[in-house]
């Protein structure tokens, strides 16, 4: 297999390629692609032919429920048909030996997500990470106080939106947070869409040693800690510890710190709704689920395939046959939203697919929740005057990561 032939079978697994006019966003940086949002006008669920592959694509809120809820749709995309016919046994084996995939439970079905995800629930219950809002608060108004000694301009994703989830996370793991660099460029590399897979796989091996050490250090002087607690509680072994520690690492401080940083954007893009949230801080738990449901980080979807025929939305999916979940359109489904492309920080709470669906949906909702009403209340009541420091358009957005969002956001106050 040639280098170019095995970067793509490689990218394709990752993440099933679609025309780049539903993938690649409009004019406006918070909406969905204009052929995206075209096609959701047309139907529900898509069969879509692209570089000799086919992929049914799901835009419909109704049927994307349908899907990830499906006990005949699996998450193993590494074990899955497709990866068996888009990658040789050798590179397979080179890519996902067993110690790399040991832990990785969100590409796996039952039983052993259902065994992986049983010992992690009762870490992340809604009363669990309310009773951590006071320590958020603490982390949040802290940078908010560094920022502002500093003085603007500033870069909120450097300033504020990454360090907050970082450290809360950090806090949780029981990582030390003075090793931050290290685990947040490695992160950035593994979820850039332009990073080859020799670099996927170096730093996919080097954020395991930097875990695998921490798991050991955890066995001998175990802390209060949640990753302490698994080592003491459970009966998993290094690899595992390993690959979860990892796994609630990356998810736990990317999607957020995204969130904040985007959202802010967002906010400040649409003054009207700014102030109104700025004004009334009791909207925000409704502005939170409103701006997950805007701004839909997870652009490039999420990805199932059939263990056998199903029918979804009127449409008979074949077993071995990949669907991918349009988060961006399914999330502005006008039969699910009235008015479904404008930003309403007091829209009633509905139920949005931000965090995903069924046995799969994010273990860290709870805590990103109270990470961002936090972390926006604040920074509303803190800088009532914050606007951008350069032209909306001269903000780098994230259109060459796997989750959407900016990569600095310069602003004064």
């Not at 949005?352 to 799969?360: E, L, P, T």
């Not at 926006?376 to 796997?402: H, I, N, Q, W, Y």
Request: hydrophobic share 40%; charged share 25%; with cysteine.
């Amino acid at each position: 297999m040639s280098t170019a032939e095995r970067q793509r079978s490689a990218q394709e697994l990752i993440r099933p390629q679609l025309p780049a006019e539903l993938t690649n966003r409009g004019k406006c940086p918070f909406d969905p692609a204009t052929g995206l949002t075209e096609l959701s006008e047309q139907g529900r669920i898509h069969r879509i032919e692209h570089n000799g592959d086919t992929v049914w694509l799901v835009t419909g809120h109704d049927e994307a429920r349908a899907v990830l809820a499906a006990p005949q749709m699996s998450s193993d995309r590494i074990n899955s048909p497709r990866a068996r016919a888009l990658i040789s046994p050798e590179l397979h084996a080179e890519l996902f030996p067993p110690e790399r995939r040991a832990g990785s439970f969100i590409f796996m079905d039952a039983p052993d997500h259902t065994r992986y995800r049983r010992l992690l629930t009762g870490q992340f219950t809604v009363r669990r990470m309310r009773d951590l809002t006071p320590r958020v608060h603490e982390i949040v108004t802290a940078q908010l106080d560094a920022m502002i000694e500093k003085g603007p301009p500033a870069d909120l994703v450097h300033d504020f939106a990454l360090p907050v989830p970082s450290l809360v996370i950090c806090e949780l793991l029981g990582v030390d947070y003075g090793d931050r660099d290290e685990f947040q460029r490695r992160t950035s590399k593994l979820l850039s869409l332009n990073t080859t897979v020799d670099e996927q796989i170096k730093n996919t091996t080097e954020l395991r040693k930097f875990m695998h050490v921490l798991v050991r250090a955890k066995r001998q002087n175990p802390g209060d800690d949640l990753l302490s607690g698994l080592v003491r509680d459970t009966d998993l072994d290094d690899n595992e510890l390993t690959g979860i520690a990892n796994l609630l690492l990356i998810a736990g401080h990317e999607t957020t710190a995204n969130m904040l940083a985007l959202g802010t954007f967002a906010l400040l893009e649409h003054p009207d709704q700014f102030a109104r949230l700025r004004d009334d801080p009791e909207l925000v738990e409704n502005a939170v689920e409103e701006l997950l449901r805007y701004l839909s980080i997870i652009s490039s979807g999420v990805s199932r395939h059939a263990k056998e025929d199903v029918v979804i939305g009127g449409a008979t999916i074949r077993a071995g046959e990949t669907v991918v979940v349009s988060v961006p359109a399914v999330n502005r489904d006008d039969r699910q939203y009235e008015d479904p492309h404008a930003l309403l920080v007091d829209r009633p709470r509905g139920h949005h697919v931000a965090f995903g669906h069924g046995i799969h949906q994010c273990l860290g909702q709870q805590l990103a929740r109270v990470e961002m009403a936090v972390g926006f209340a604040e920074l509303l009541r803190r800088l009532p005057t914050l606007k951008l420091a350069v032209p909306a358009g001269e903000v780098p957005l994230r259109t060459d990561m796997s989750i959407y969002g900016v990569h600095r956001l310069p602003v004064t106050w």
